[in-house]
């Protein structure tokens, strides 16, 4: 329960001990001639701690805990998130072509296609607005995997086909707050992200270059054959101009 350390000869070895379950005491011994600043921290890998990021992305948290929101009106940063973006390329024709009842039997259906991949990834559907949807993951890699898969799921739905969606995917830091009893994203990396669907065309995925520089996301596209097309995008607010577009296998 205790370790004894003195700072001029430094630890006995270069592992601590094995400490016992319970109160600890770590008694340090300055015998240098000045003050010196001690950090005391939890080495350990950084998938082994679930943080706000990674709470908040998560569909089975939201649906276990939703009372477990933050307080009106309070603000909390997160260091990285990956948001992804869905819209239809036939915005505003639905209702007048099928009619309001058909045309939100389809909009559900989409919306519960969207839930069900996002979810099956990792992943939480944080919002649909009209005929758009925003979800978040932590990871990347997973949110283009869902992307992917999702494009290929309406394609090939007969009650969806037509659509014509459009996917973006932009990963960057991040503002939390709870809106209507439901954690949400805002700042500069949510309105980005929200701007990329118009980059695309009906049936394609946008990657900024933040979420295609991933390693685990390249060495994915590659697996499968997919080259991104590099183009230029006028968004505000995005540093980098370029995005990457593709479409997903059996798509074309």
């Known amino acids: ?23 600890q005491v770590i008694e340090l011994l300055n ?5 010196i600043l001690v950090r005391v921290e939890r080495l350990a890998p950084r998938e082994d701690a679930l943080t706000a990021a990674r709470a908040s992305s998560l569909a089975v948290f939201r649906e276990l805990f939703p009372g477990e929101v933050l307080s009106p009106g309070q603000l909390i940063n997160l260091n990285m998130v990956t948001l992804v973006v869905t ?5 505003g024709d639905l209702y007048s072509e099928y009619g309001d009842a058909k045309a939100f039997a389809i909009l559900l259906e989409l919306f519960r296609t969207i839930e069900r991949i996002i979810r099956k990834a990792g992943g939480a559907l944080i919002k649909t607005v009209e005929e758009w949807s925003v979800s978040s993951f932590n990871d990347p890699s997973s ?3 869902a992307a ?5 799921a309406v394609q090939l739905s007969e009650q969806t086909r037509d659509l014509g ?30 701007r990329l669907p118009d980059q695309a065309r009906s049936g394609q995925l946008v990657l900024t270059k933040s979420v295609a520089s991933d390693p685990q996301v390249a060495a994915m596209l590659t697996s499968r054959g997919l080259v991104p097309l590099v183009i230029e995008a006028e968004i505000e607010g995005l540093a ?5 577009r593709l479409e997903a296998e059996g798509t074309r």
């Not at 015998?31 to 003050?35: A, K, L």
């Not at 992917?148 to 290929?152: H, I, K, M, Q």
């Open 1 to 23: 329960r205790k370790w004894r350390i003195d700072l001029k000869l430094g630890p006995d070895s270069d592992r601590p001990p094995v400490l016992a379950i319970g109160g």
């Open 87 to 91: 819209r239809l390329d036939r915005s």
């Open 165 to 194: 969606l459009k996917v973006a995917i932009h990963r960057g830091s991040a503002m939390v707050a709870t809106l209507n009893d439901h954690l949400d994203y805002f700042g500069s990396t949510v309105m980005i992200a929200g």
């Open 31 to 35: 015998r240098h001639v000045g003050e």
């Open 148 to 152: 992917l898969e999702l494009l290929r």
């Open 240 to 244: 980098d101009r370029f995005v990457h």
């Open 143 to 145: 949110a283009v995997s």
